[in-house]
């Protein structure tokens, strides 16, 4: 897994603590913020300022601390970002979600198509493919 780096600002954690908190989920756009907020999370799933280089590998059976759920686009079926994806969703509904994908011939990469995968207390789910 590559490096990253991030910076979480003390306004961001604050407003990220104060969501999770208050019973609302927390949506990560791309791969990136999920790492950052995932790396950045304390053991007990809470936020302060902070910056640096990620290295975390996120794969299935990782418990994810802050995330509720994630929109990416599409990633290569062997790639470690489709296992990012597969540690939220399970690795069935992703490759049925990509097997689709292909057989409707939707775009992939930064061309127009993503997927969208939620926590809904512990029970992992996809709920939808947006091909954009």
């Known amino acids: 897994m590559h490096s990253e780096f991030y910076m979480i600002t003390e306004e961001s954690a604050q407003k990220i603590n104060h969501a999770k908190e208050v019973g609302h989920r927390v949506i990560c756009v791309g791969t990136t913020s999920c790492r950052t907020i995932e790396s950045a999370a304390d053991e007990n799933g809470r936020l302060k300022e902070c910056s640096g280089w990620t290295e975390i590998f996120i794969y299935p059976g990782y418990q994810f601390k802050i995330l509720d759920a994630l929109i990416t686009n599409f990633h290569l079926p062997e790639s ?23 057989k409707e011939r939707y775009r992939f990469f930064s061309f127009g198509g993503c997927d969208v995968h939620t926590i809904e207390r512990d029970n992992l789910c996809q709920k939808m493919i947006l091909s954009l």
């Open 80 to 102: 470690t970002l489709i296992m990012l994806v597969s540690a939220l969703a399970g690795k069935e509904h992703v490759m049925a979600a990509y097997e689709e994908a292909v």
